[in-house]
């Protein structure tokens, strides 16, 4: 019972005594079924990484809950006071919408006054991104935003960001990276129970709308003044805290104002029009496709619900419904050409530097190569990517983008869906659409071809023991073709860190990855196959997808009998 009396949270500590009851009285199926998940919400605490924190909410050290919070909070004054040197650590703190984020983001600000810091809360929940320009806009030493992003309705989680004197020029305003993951989670394993954690009652600051404001003017200039601005657009915030913002964005930028799904359109922590909170997943959007086949729009956007991400539909009167979703992957090289394309005409110095994750599509090499670019190839995650020195732009397949750098350095679905907007409007002044653009790119690069899907289980630690048995076992032949080489990305390869997954290649030119998520109970698998375009486009596109199905159809195979 030492855990239930060290919890400050009266709501917590019922939930833990109902189940505790429950596992010693009332039948035998509601017992071992109760026992099961006192066990796992203490089997150990929740882990405090590069990612922060993340797990679903509910009583127990295995568990999003106040007392876990708080003392993250102290480990985090420790670390930040010992960096700053005497100085008083300056941090802001941000929420969205889910249950208890408000809680977690005011106990945050109190744990962190009473140690001596001076904690800045945001007016309201808001978007990622805009705690992320906020530490740099203010000068900073850190940043929490209290988010599960777009995990499922039950999570909600703490990331973590430095800047100020806790980080180095390329570092400020992104997440934590090694070491200082690891030293705020010592920090947070010597800290005394949440109790007895001091907080102050009041006396943190809440800063005003401007900032807000001020970041809605930074990421407004990421389109042209004076430039097309023609677009019907369909958004959905899926009950995110994207909305408002998203639209003020557009409004500020010149664009007709979104029609935004109205049944998404609220932040709404049980997501109850979705399975999953995440434009990526099935269904996700089908609501807001469904508004634009009924308005007739040119564009859908789709925000995750802290609106760091961002999704784009598209008309497309070759598939069933006449829209479909584009890939991350399209969605990075089209933004990767407009930025370089901009770059090479306004500046002609110094080669830009554009980055990806290993996971993505390779189409960004060639694009930065025609335009005498550089590219860098980082591991999955902005905290990698912003990082990246000299960054003009950088993409991941998983639907981010950051398109501004030096206002945002991680992620932005905001900033992102206006470039996107831009372009898409840019095109229909010509009569073209974004589908001519892709295959703009892919004529004078190849059919790059990407797919990904997951594989979900019901214990995060299996995603390891999958990859385990499949190094002590590589394929010989993935897609009817020969695999001539295998790479442990655990071991570090070209350069970069190591990281827990595994790459194939393919005689074909087929390329693999499998790795599990660091966020969530599943293994994800990434595809690609590049086809030239000498026989004409249309049976190089034919011949690409005959190829990327049969390495789907292999590798899920494969994965059923691991």
């Known amino acids: 019972m030492t855990w239930r009396d060290d919890d400050p949270d009266p709501r917590t500590r019922r939930e833990l005594d109902s189940l505790i009851e429950q596992a010693t009285g009332g039948d035998r199926f509601t017992r071992t079924r109760v026992q099961a998940e006192l066990s796992d919400r203490f089997a150990g605490t929740l882990q405090f990484g590069t990612a922060g924190l993340r797990g679903a909410m509910g009583a127990g050290p295995n568990r999003m809950n106040r007392a876990v919070v708080i003392r993250a909070a102290a480990g985090l004054a420790a670390y ?12 802001v703190v941000g929420y969205d919408a889910r249950q208890d984020s408000d809680v977690f983001a005011q106990d945050t600000c109190a ?6 810091c001076d904690s800045r809360l945001l007016p309201g929940h808001l978007p990622t991104p805009v705690l992320a320009f906020a530490v740099r806009r203010l000068g900073a030493d850190a940043g929490v935003m209290v988010t599960a992003s777009h995990n499922p309705p039950q999570d909600n989680g703490y990331k973590v960001y430095l800047g100020g004197r806790a980080a180095d020029e ?8 090694p070491p200082a993951d690891r030293l ?4 947070i394993d010597v800290s005394p129970p949440a109790i007895e954690v001091p907080m102050a009652r009041e006396g943190w600051t809440v800063l005003p709308r401007s900032i807000v404001e001020d970041y809605l003017a930074a990421v407004t200039d990421v ?5 097309p601005r023609d677009v019907a657009v369909v958004l959905t915030p899926l009950h995110g805290v994207g909305g408002e913002t998203c639209l003020q964005a557009f409004a500020d930028a010149g664009f007709p104002a979104p029609y935004v799904v109205p049944a998404q359109a609220a932040p709404d922590p049980a997501f109850p029009t979705v399975t999953f909170p995440n434009p990526e997943e099935p269904g996700a959007m089908d609501l807001a496709l469904e508004a634009a086949r009924a308005r007739g729009a040119d564009l859908v956007v789709a925000n995750d619900p802290d609106a760091d991400r961002c999704a784009v539909a598209i008309p497309d009167a070759s598939v069933e419904g006449g829209w479909r979703a584009l890939r991350g992957d399209e969605v990075g090289a089209l933004l990767g050409e407009t930025v370089l394309s901009r770059l090479a005409a306004e500046d002609g110095g110094k080669p830009p530097v554009v980055a990806s994750s290993i996971v993505s ?12 670019a550089r590219h860098v190839e980082t591991l999955t995650g902005f905290k990698w990517l912003s990082r990246v020195p000299d960054l003009v732009y950088a993409y991941e397949e998983a639907l981010g983008y950051c398109v501004a750098p030096d206002v945002v350095r991680d992620k932005d679905g905001i900033s992102a869906a206006l470039l ?38 019901a214990d995060i630690a299996q995603t390891t023991a999958m990859v385990d048995r499949l190094r002590k076992d590589p394929p010989a032949t993935l897609g009817g073709q020969e695999v001539t080489s295998v790479d442990d990305l655990s071991l570090g390869v070209d350069g970069l860190p190591p990281t827990e997954g595994l790459r194939y290649r393919t005689a074909a030119g087929g390329r693999v990855i499998v790795r599990p998520s660091g966020t969530e109970p599943k ?12 026989g004409g486009l249309p049976r190089a596109k034919a011949t690409a997808k005959k190829l990327l199905g049969a390495l789907r159809t292999d590798l899920s195979r494969l994965l059923e009998q691991t």
């Open 184 to 187: 705020i989670a010592e920090r």
């Open 111 to 116: 744990v962190l006054l009473a140690a001596g």
């Open 361 to 372: 599509s390779q189409q960004l090499a060639r694009i930065a190569t025609a335009h005498g």
């Open 80 to 91: 930040l006071t010992e960096v700053a040197a005497a100085e008083t650590p300056v941090v």
């Open 420 to 457: 996107v907007a831009e372009l898409a409007a840019g095109l229909k002044a010509k009569g073209r659409g974004l589908a001519d653009a892709l295959d703009d790119l892919a004529l004078r690069h190849g059919v790059h071809a990407t797919d990904q899907f997951s594989v979900r289980v």
């Open 170 to 177: 390329a570092g400020t305003g992104a997440q934590i990276v």
């Open 523 to 534: 293994l994800k698998c990434y595809l690609e196959v590049v086809v030239t375009t000498e």
């Open 223 to 227: 389109v042209r003044e004076g430039g």
